[in-house]
T-cell receptor
Framework: GEDVEQSLFLSVREGDSSVINCTYT??????LYWYKQEPGAGLQLLTY?????DMKQDQRLTVLLNKKDKHLSLRIADTQTGDSAIYFC???????????FGTGTRLKVLA | SAVISQKPSRDICQRGTSLTIQCQVD?????MFWYRQQPGQSLTLIAT?????????ESGFVIDKFPISRPNLTFSTLTVSNMSPEDSSIYLC???????????FGQGTRLTVV
């Protein structure tokens, strides 16, 4: 079945860049997403990328997609303490119907 | 983007009882979903709530345990029946608006079963 994997933890210093990685197995993935979950809150969509794109940039966020290796990454430039949260990648193979979520990466930003 | 309200935001329940979680959206949406997030784990889709018909359940989830209603395009409920401590999780409502690609999530209901 489909599987989405992420590393569990990442710690960076304030002002540095963070790179959160994700691998997936479903070759029919059409959309790939990054969500942020802060403590006690729901999920907030940060950005998404279509499978026919290699890169998408949105302010401090850069998403890179290597479709051949089924690898997705999220780079956060100038990481701030407010970026501390759990980041989930997710994929869907149809028109966003069923999402398969990764295990989540807990990002800790040190002041 | 849709604004989603879930009630209750948290609850502590006795084993053997049932809890109904409500999800209200501020606009009509095409699709509504219910997810479970067990402690320290990722999100798992429980079912798709279908308006006017029975929900579509994912593997491992059954209607008797998680009955779902969706009477209209803005409201759905999920009931967690005959609860046990293993049901302690965050339950999240999610919606999709028409042809948009992204799903929006409610803030979740944190359930603890004792």
């Amino acid at each position: 079945g489909e599987d989405v994997e992420q590393s569990l933890f990442l710690s960076v210093r304030e002002g540095d860049s963070s790179v959160i990685n994700c691998t997936y197995t479903d070759s029919s993935s059409t959309y790939l997403y990054w969500y942020k979950q802060e403590p006690g809150a729901g999920l907030q969509l940060l950005t998404y990328i279509f499978s026919n794109m290699d890169m998408k940039q949105d302010q401090r966020l850069t998403v890179l997609l290597n479709k051949k290796d089924k690898h997705l990454s999220l780079r956060i430039a100038d990481t701030q303490t407010g970026d501390s949260a759990i980041y989930f990648c997710a994929e869907s193979s149809s028109w966003g119907y069923k999402y398969i979520f990764g295990t989540g990466t807990r990002l800790k930003v040190l002041a | 983007s849709a604004v989603i309200s879930q009630k209750p935001s948290r609850d502590i329940c006795q084993r053997g009882t049932s809890l109904t979680i409500q999800c209200q959206v501020d606009s009509q949406v095409t699709m509504m979903f219910w997810y479970r997030q067990q402690p320290g784990q990722s999100l798992t889709l429980i079912a798709t709530a279908n308006q006017g018909s029975e929900a579509t359940y994912e593997s491992g989830f059954v209607i008797d345990k998680f009955p779902i209603s969706r009477p209209n395009l803005t409201f759905s409920t999920l009931t967690v029946s005959n609860m046990s401590p293993e049901d302690s999780s965050i339950y999240l409502c999610s919606v999709k608006e028409g042809g948009n690609t992204e799903a929006f999530f409610g803030q979740g209901t944190r359930l603890t079963v004792v």
